[in-house]
């Protein structure tokens, strides 16, 4: 064999491996990103016994026998504390938008908190679902973080009329609902949010949009956020803290 043929044949074969290596990290990058950290499953809670059970297992000291109050007391403490890691790039929003939503829980709301980033990472709005306390159907974080927003003064600098210029981001704690995605679409912000909703969440169930709604949905980009395994887990057990005492309407 010819040492310009042995060459090539190495050539090839290193930029094979190299093909194998970059496929893989890609892949796996993916991976990360579009998946939860956590068993899907964790993310469907039907009764008060499951819900007590998974948070007594968040390493917040929560203890089977303990009052509501006592158990939103120990989430608070563990959230204020809460450093978020590198890691999860999406960590700082999830603590905020779970401050939030443990907020509107300790008013005696539902759990959902949502913040707004702007396109340098930070945090301009923040607001939490206000349903039960304003006995408002159309109180839902989201929706109550842009109308918080689009009637401050400042909002005026990130608008064209309603339309959010490009950058800004709806953080939500829980997956949007079909009113709070359409409505982030028609401002044309982009989608984060913490924790999967699979019994309630339309970023998943996109495809079922009329189709100049998912047109307009894709045109921003809808996404689940880069967050740990407890800012996740915190996030859903948020939302269904109203298993606690029964509260809402039904
Ligand atoms: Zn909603």
């Not at 068993?39 to 007594?56: C, G, N, Q, W």
């Amino acid at each position: 064999m010819s040492i310009r043929l042995e060459r090539d044949i190495m050539k090839k074969a290193l930029l094979f491996c190299c093909f194998i290596v970059l496929f893989y990290h890609i892949d796996a990058q993916n991976d990360r990103l579009n998946s939860t950290k956590v068993d899907p499953s964790y993310f469907i809670t039907h009764t008060r016994d499951e819900l007590m059970a998974k948070l007594v297992d968040l390493p917040c000291g929560i203890k089977k026998d303990d009052q509501v109050k006592t158990i939103l007391l120990k989430l608070n403490d563990y959230l204020t504390g809460f450093i978020p890691a590198a890691e999860y790039s999406d960590d700082i929003y999830a603590r905020a938008a779970n401050l939030q939503a443990l907020k509107s829980v300790i008013q005696g709301g539902y759990g959902i908190g949502s913040v707004l980033i702007d396109k340098d990472g930070k945090i301009i709005e923040a607001a939490h679902n206000s349903q039960i306390q304003e006995s408002r159907s159309d109180l839902h974080a989201e929706m109550t973080l842009m109308t918080k927003f689009e009637e401050s003064r400042h909002s005026k600098k990130y608008m064209n009329m309603y339309v959010y210029k490009p950058g800004l981001t709806v953080f939500s704690s829980a997956e949007p609902c079909p009113m709070c995605l359409i409505r982030i679409s028609t401002a044309g912000a982009d989608t984060k949010y913490c924790t999967p909703g699979p019994e309630d969440g339309m970023v998943s169930r996109i495809d079922f949009l009329p189709p100049d709604w998912k047109a307009l949905a894709m045109k921003n980009s809808v996404a689940l956020g880069d967050c740990s395994p407890e800012m996740q887990k915190i996030a859903h057990l948020l939302f269904y803290t109203f298993l606690l005492d029964n509260r809402g309407p039904r």
